[in-house]
């Protein structure tokens, strides 16, 4: 079983950064691979990023590619998202997960912890 607790979101202006924390509790995290999705009330879970158990591969989605990075710290076990040039579309609810597999995913299906959520709101 893992347990996750998402931290460092809030409110920021338009053109601003963020730093997300997800930490994650349990055993053998370098095992698992680590998203980040976010979702606005009303729709659907939409995919971030994503990060391989060893840190080495990454994907982004292409909403966020040049403006995100993700990345991790197996030692701390903790997977980071720091978002730059943040736009007011950016707004919603951002989640961890987690999958019990080495290799990435986009889906949110193929996760299989997840934390609580946090908010981050952009504000124009």
């Known amino acids: 079983q893992v347990q996750l607790v998402e931290s460092g979101g809030g409110l920021v202006q338009t053109g601003g950064s963020l730093r997300l924390t997800c930490a994650a509790s349990?055993?053998?995290?370098?095992?698992?691979?680590m998203g980040w999705f976010r979702q606005v009330s009303g729709k659907e879970r939409m995919f971030v990023a994503a990060?391989?158990?060893?840190?080495?591969?990454?994907a982004n989605a292409d909403s966020v590619k040049g403006r995100v990075t993700i990345s991790r710290d197996n030692a701390k076990n903790t997977v980071y998202l720091q978002m730059n040039s943040l736009k007011p579309e950016d707004t919603a609810v951002y989640y961890c997960?987690?999958?019990?597999?080495?290799?990435?995913?986009?889906?949110?299906?193929?996760?299989?912890?997840w934390g609580q959520g946090i908010q981050v709101t952009v504000s124009s």
């Open positions: 349990g055993r053998d995290f370098s095992t698992y691979a």
């Open positions: 990060i391989s158990g060893s840190g080495v591969d990454t």
């Open positions: 997960a987690a999958r019990r597999n080495f290799y990435a995913r986009f889906r949110a299906f193929e996760y299989d912890y």
